[in-house]
């Protein structure tokens, strides 16, 4: 099962990748990480997501931890089949 690491406050980056987890029904927890000093996340993260940012998820089917939250929707549509177009559209003449 996916793990979503997120903060307590819902930022934009965070909430778009829950809405995709929503969307795509894929099953997952969340690991609420404590923002002690303001700006750094935990050490112990820093194997997640080398940056310290969230959102980043870990997905032990495929053994990846990803982060940026463009890259995570990008990975949870092609894992679940889901909100990627197929074709690209044709431009008008
Ligand atoms: N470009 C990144 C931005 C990630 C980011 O800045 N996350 C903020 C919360 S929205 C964060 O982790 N702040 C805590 C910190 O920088 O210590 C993304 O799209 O995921």
Redesign the pocket.
């Given at each position: 099962m996916i793990t979503l690491y997120t903060?307590g406050s819902l930022?934009?980056?965070?909430r778009k990748v829950t809405i995709m987890l929503a969307e795509t029904a894929l099953p997952y927890t969340v690991h609420v990480l404590e923002?002690t000093a303001v700006?750094?996340?935990p050490l112990s993260f820093s194997r997640i997501n080398p940056n310290?940012?969230?959102?980043a998820i870990a997905d032990p089917d495929t053994g990846s931890t990803l982060?940026?939250?463009?890259a995570?929707l990008y990975y949870l549509a092609e894992k679940s089949g889901q909100l990627l177009p197929t074709e690209l559209p044709v431009a008008p003449r």
């Open positions: 903060l930022s934009p980056n965070i923002n700006t750094r996340l310290a940012t969230v959102p982060f940026e939250s463009g995570i």
